[in-house]
């Protein structure tokens, strides 16, 4: 019998159609009449409206209608205690304040996108506007402790941080910031809205088709019967796309207002206003430890923007509380209130709090005169430091080790500014990647083994891009004992068993485990077909006895005795169909280490990430093809997060002044280094998913710090403000 099929570099199952153009994505959706959207802007970041002429606008060639807080009907959004920061709380145009600069005051409907565009700038908004407050610096002394939400707790406490410190023979103190960022996904956000009397159909461009449904169904009074959201395909999410929107919401109500369908692709500056953002932070931390380098006490308090409207925090601190043994230890979260959008979720959530402690840790190695990686080695935990549980797997120090060793760490010179080439410093610096994964409610699938013996498996998840398609079918063909190509996937459809939002790096754990769930079930009942045939080879065989492998059924000590899934259906004679229930997936905690060679220009102050070594341990790996891509993109993210990415607001009018790809930078080719990702590949016996692990997030963290790391020990300095670019590298150095 051939080998596992998990665990094989898969070519992307989808590959083709996406290169040729057949994959339809939210806004290709073939919706019969479909109309165009476009919203209007608030000019200002705070104040009301005091007055609003449409009359230009509506009268424009094609306007089907011109809508407002005057004229458009009031939604409702779910309760408050469903899923703090998936629903948000405020929807725009219902009411004349302004929150923030970028807030939708209108939305223009017409029969062409030219038309709509054209009429959107016929609206005229008149304001009455009051001073914004829009820099975090300002509104320290304003910073609050929220109540728990997401995170869990807000203000975590283990033991005495404050008798830790005091026995501490080496103290460490710092302050950290990290800006404002965006997600920049290739594809914008796009609704299609369509109804039918009182039913809904929606193309979503959705990271949780069943978070859109939910939140629809709210917003209209609808049954869950009646609301059909739809997303095969999506342009990249990193989380802009996990929470449902106010656009989404209004799209469906103004093309109920026209009474045809409605799409809305939001323009690449809309995307900067009307998605989320990371929100800038500001991080203290006090670190003590023994000199031999074992942490006594921990203590970290992180600032963050949060806007006049919610305050739902999206840094969290999870490898604060959960990563190191440290018996004294507070995290503290804490936000200002500011006249911003509302941030969100963005790829690892938690690179911002790791970037600060990583880059700490870098610091404490100095003090106590010992390598960044033996000081990690002996404060590596077995258990979850925050609930005392252990860990499914953790073989953190087994990717510390072999990192090390693919890198060449031995070979570094610890002293800060002593390795160097003809052209300038080089720095060599290292960092433990790490973040949560799952802990999600699951998700159902339902698996159909059809009169040919083949497979279908539908499942409400959704594919963002990063190989969900092809994953799940391994996943499928591996339990059921079927060739790949023996297995159609389908997802993206509210009309399948229900799934969770594709974030947290939920979807291998729990669509996985709903697959494994599904998958096992139909494999035993079609042994329990073929044992209990009296036509068949396998007769009267205990169940037990059966093995399936390449879509053939056989008595594993007699190999000899078998019968194919084929035969064993076309003698059956019925389809075999079984759904399973969603179980929530457990917390998994994914992690690596990364190490980094940077170059520095003096003269210049450019950095350049030269050289990226990646150990990681997601469980078993069960596509190292789609595996490496995420490390990979990670990597590059990380590169973005610490030299680059940082979006810049005009601190007078509260206005994004970067809202697109020339002024916000993201890495290119010349940016990137040769990145070497290898994976420990064991699996965690806790994972419902065949072992594996959620990992897309974990790639990110490490990469930030260890990049900050190297270049301090290129140039003696360090830089504690991201993104870390020329003029501050200039100044450090002078």
Not at 181 to 197: F, I, K, M, R
Not at 672 to 701: N, W, Y
Request: with cysteine; net charge neutral.
């Amino acid at each position: 019998m051939s080998a596992s099929v998990v665990g094989r570099p898969i070519a992307r199952v989808d590959g083709v159609a996406k290169v040729t153009g057949a994959a339809r994505y939210a806004a290709d959706a073939d919706v019969a009449g479909v109309t165009h959207a476009v919203l209007v802007m608030s000019a200002v970041a705070r104040g009301r409206i005091t007055a609003l002429d449409t009359a230009a606008a509506a009268s424009y060639p094609g306007v089907l209608g011109v809508f407002t807080h005057q004229n458009l009907p009031r939604l409702t959004v779910p309760p408050a205690n469903i899923t703090a920061g998936f629903f948000k709380r405020f929807i725009p145009v219902q009411d004349d304040q302004i929150r923030h600069a970028g807030q939708p005051v209108a939305i223009v409907v017409a029969q062409t996108l030219e038309q709509a565009q054209e009429a959107a700038t016929l609206v005229d908004v008149t304001y009455q506007a009051e001073t914004p407050k829009v820099v975090l610096a300002d509104g320290m002394d304003e910073a609050y402790v929220p109540p728990p939400g997401a995170d869990g707790t807000n203000d975590y406490v283990r033991g005495d941080v404050i008798a830790g410190l005091a026995k501490a023979q080496v103290r460490v103190e710092a302050t950290y910031t990290t800006p404002l960022q965006h997600h920049n996904a290739l594809e914008p956000s796009v609704t299609v809205a369509a109804w039918d009397g009182d039913r809904l159909t929606v193309h979503e461009s959705a990271q949780g088709i069943s978070l859109s449904q939910n939140s629809l169904m709210h917003a209209f009074g609808l049954p869950e019967e009646n609301v059909r959201v739809i997303s095969k395909y999506v342009g990249g999410g990193f989380g802009a796309k996990g929470p449902v929107w106010p656009h989404t919401l209004l799209t469906a109500a103004v093309a109920r207002q026209v009474g045809r369908p409605v799409k809305l692709v939001l323009s690449r500056a809309h995307t900067y206003t009307s998605n989320g953002h990371r929100a800038e932070t500001h991080q203290t931390l006090r670190v003590g430890a023994t000199r031999d380098g074992r942490l006594t006490a921990l203590e970290h308090i992180v600032t963050q923007q949060v806007s006049r409207t919610e305050e739902a925090m999206f840094n969290s601190s999870e490898p604060i509380r959960m990563l190191y043994t440290c018996p004294n230890l507070r995290s503290t979260l804490r936000a200002v209130r500011l006249d911003l959008p509302t941030g969100s979720f963005v790829r690892s959530p938690e690179a911002a709090t790791s970037h600060a402690l990583e880059s700490t840790l870098d610091e404490l190695s100095y003090a106590v005169g010992m390598d960044p990686v033996e000081l990690r080695l002996r404060n590596w935990s077995a258990v979850n430091q925050e609930t005392g549980e252990r860990h499914g797997s953790n073989f953190l120090r087994e990717c510390y080790r072999r990192g090390a060793e693919r890198f060449g760490w031995s070979r570094r010179n610890p002293r800060p500014g002593s390795m160097r080439d003809r052209d300038g410093l080089i720095g060599w610096g290292m960092a433990t990647a790490a973040h949560t994964a799952g802990n999600r409610p699951g998700a159902a699938a339902s698996v159909t083994i059809t009169l040919d013996g083949t497979a279908q498996i539908r499942c409400g998840t959704q594919d963002l891009g990063t190989g969900t398609y092809t994953v799940m079918q391994q996943v499928g063909a591996e339990v059921l004992g079927l060739p790949l190509r023996g297995v159609d996937f389908d997802l993206g459809d509210t009309n399948f068993p229900a799934a969770w939002s594709s974030s947290a790096s939920a979807t291998v754990p729990g669509a996985g485990g709903g697959v494994v769930r599904a998958a096992t079930t139909a494999r035993n009942q079609v042994i329990a077909v073929a044992v209990a045939d009296s036509g068949s080879p396998l007769h009267g065989v205990p169940p037990d006895r059966i093995s399936v492998a390449d879509g053939v059924l056989f008595v594993t000590d007699r190999p000899s005795r078998r019968i194919s899934y084929r035969e064993v259906m076309r003698r059956h004679g019925t389809p075999i169909a079984v759904t399973s229930n969603p179980v929530p997936s457990p917390l998994g905690y994914s992690v690596g280490a990364v190490f980094v060679e940077v170059h520095v220009a003096p003269v210049l102050g450019r950095v350049q990430v030269r050289r990226i070594v990646a150990v990681f341990d997601p469980g078993r790996v069960l596509n190292r093809r789609t595996a490496r891509s995420q490390a990979i993109g990670g990597a590059i993210w990380g590169i973005g997060f610490t030299l680059t990415e940082h979006t810049l607001v005009d601190p007078h009018l509260g206005r994004v002044v970067t809202p697109n790809l020339s002024g916000y930078l993201v890495p290119v080719n010349a940016d990137v280094p040769d990145i070497d990702v290898s994976f420990i590949d064991q699996p965690d016996p806790a994972s419902p998913a065949l072992g594996a692990r959620g990992f897309g997030e974990t790639p990110m963290t490490g990469v930030t710090a260890a990049i900050g790391n190297a270049v301090h020990h290129a140039i003696g300095r360090r830089i504690r403000d991201l993104p870390i670019t020329q003029d501050k590298v200039i100044a450090a150095m002078s």
